[in-house]
């Protein structure tokens, strides 16, 4: 069973950039479907963007579409995902998730292994 360890998170100010990883470890990101989504305390788990498993094609929240970027290194096994521009409003613990198809989904749902998190703060 694959395991997922976020890092990078951080606080940056507003305008600012971060780049957060996702490692795997007992399987290769290269077979799974890979998201980000982010969670602020008393919300739902809120979806960020997806890297599909064959294809790399990705998508992305209307919110961070033009400031984020979803890439894949199987060379290093990690999901990465890098923020631009950040926001007050991107403040959030960001979650890893993956799933073994072929597919890309923007619901937390279909995502079966998830890592711990990791928090990002963006000063105003």
């Known amino acids: 069973q694959v395991q997922l360890v976020e890092s990078g998170g951080g606080l940056v100010q507003a305008g600012g950039s971060l780049r957060l990883s996702c490692a795997a470890s007992?399987?290769?990101?290269?077979?799974?479907?890979m998201a980000w989504f982010r969670q602020t305390p008393g919300k739902e788990r809120e979806f960020v963007a997806t890297?599909?498993?064959?294809?790399?094609?990705?998508f992305y929240a209307d919110s961070v579409r033009g400031r984020f970027t979803i890439s894949r290194d199987n060379a290093k096994n990690t999901v990465s995902l890098q923020m631009n521009n950040l926001k007050p409003a991107d403040t959030a613990v960001y979650y890893c998730a993956a799933r073994y198809w072929y597919g890309t989904s923007t619901s937390s749902d279909d995502y079966n292994l998830w890592g711990q998190g990791t928090q990002v703060t963006v000063s105003s």
């Open positions: 890297i599909s498993r064959a294809t790399t094609v990705t």
């Open positions: 007992g399987g290769t990101v290269s077979a799974y479907g």
